[in-house]
């Protein structure tokens, strides 16, 4: 099964649209965005297409950003490899935006540092940046309760594949204490019926 494929048609369901939705109404109609960890493109393809702003995605995964590319053919969004702990190539204080999903909580402190202390630098002084994770909360009820459709079973694969590393994530705190120590404003919310996390940084 190629994983990268697999992954770009989980984000083409209804239940991926509700877990993106609450980063998705956190961007304005003004400047520029930067998704990092983008995978297969789906939150840059929603923002450029109900925004109108300017998108770019970055990745360290070639398979993933070739189904962003797919994805976003015919577009003006534009997607970018990295490497991995390596500063982005974008200047200082470019974007109002900076967006990261289900990355951090699979990064390790070194790595979440680097990408942070980054992701602030090429930040302008009045964006923000929008974190979401998901929980590891929860239970078959919930998914079944909330999402539970023939075209929604791939939740189930998510949360139960997430879930230890979220609880982890969520337990941890880290962008609490990331917030304190960088005199940067916090913000968090726990939304998608209690699965997942939105975390906002602001300078």
């Given at each position: 099964m190629n994983f990268s494929r697999f992954f770009s048609k989980i984000q083409e369901t209804h239940w991926y649209r509700s877990f993106l939705n609450p980063v998705i109404n956190e961007i304005g109609t003004k400047g520029e965005l930067l998704?990092?960890?983008t995978?297969?493109?789906?939150?840059?393809?929603?923002?450029?297409?109900?925004?109108?702003?300017?998108?770019?995605?970055?990745?360290?995964?070639t398979e993933m950003l070739e189904q962003a590319k797919l994805k976003l053919k015919g577009t003006e969004v534009s997607?970018?490899?990295?490497?991995?702990?390596?500063?982005l190539p974008f200047e200082n204080k470019r974007f109002k935006y900076i967006t990261i999903c289900s990355v951090?909580?699979?990064?390790?402190?070194e790595s979440l540092d680097v990408m942070l202390k980054d992701a602030q630098r090429v930040l302008k002084k009045e964006g923000k940046i929008i974190i979401l994770t998901p929980t590891?909360?929860?239970?078959?009820l919930t998914l079944s309760r909330y999402y539970f459709s023939l075209k929604n079973l791939?939740?189930?694969i998510w949360f139960f594949a997430t879930r230890n590393r979220a609880k982890a994530w969520a337990?941890?705190?880290y962008l609490t204490q990331y917030a304190n120590e960088n005199?940067?404003?916090?913000?968090?919310?726990?939304?998608?019926?209690?699965?997942a996390q939105l975390e906002i940084l602001k300078q």
């Open positions: 998704d990092i960890g995978g297969s493109g789906k939150l840059i393809q929603i923002v450029s297409n109900e925004k109108g702003i300017k998108c770019i995605g970055v990745d360290t995964n997607v970018l490899q990295i490497e991995a702990d390596e500063k951090l909580f699979h990064l390790e402190k590891g909360k929860g239970n078959v791939s939740i189930y337990n941890n705190k005199k940067l404003q916090y913000k968090s919310q726990i939304v998608m019926n209690g699965l």
